[in-house]
């Protein structure tokens, strides 16, 4: 069987709703294979910008390795509780 017909077989089971994702998945997959996949070359300039524009775009989602560290220590102390919860204290030496 070729993989044509293979296709043709699994359209075949498919539902309508299905079907209206595969026929969006197919028109995207034509769409790209007429584009150029090789974008232009960037400018120093309008790379920069865009890198800035990214930055300024994901501000307050990335978290600095102090905030990081302080919320690692937040999870030790509340992870601690749990166990000293479920075991009893721990003893230390």
Known sequence: MSIKEQVHDL???LSEDD????????????ATEATPS???????????????AARGSMKGMLSGSDE??????????LEADQWARLHG???TS
Do not use: Y
Not at 38 to 52: G, Y
Not at 68 to 77: G, L, T
């Open 68 to 77: 990081i560290a302080a919320r690692k220590q937040e999870e030790i102390v």
């Open 19 to 30: 079907l209206r994702v595969v026929e969006r998945l197919l028109r995207g997959l034509s």
């Open 89 to 91: 204290p721990r003893l």
């Open 11 to 13: 359209i075949d089971r």
């Open 38 to 52: 090789v974008a232009a070359p960037l400018s120093p300039e309008e790379r920069r910008a865009r890198v800035n």
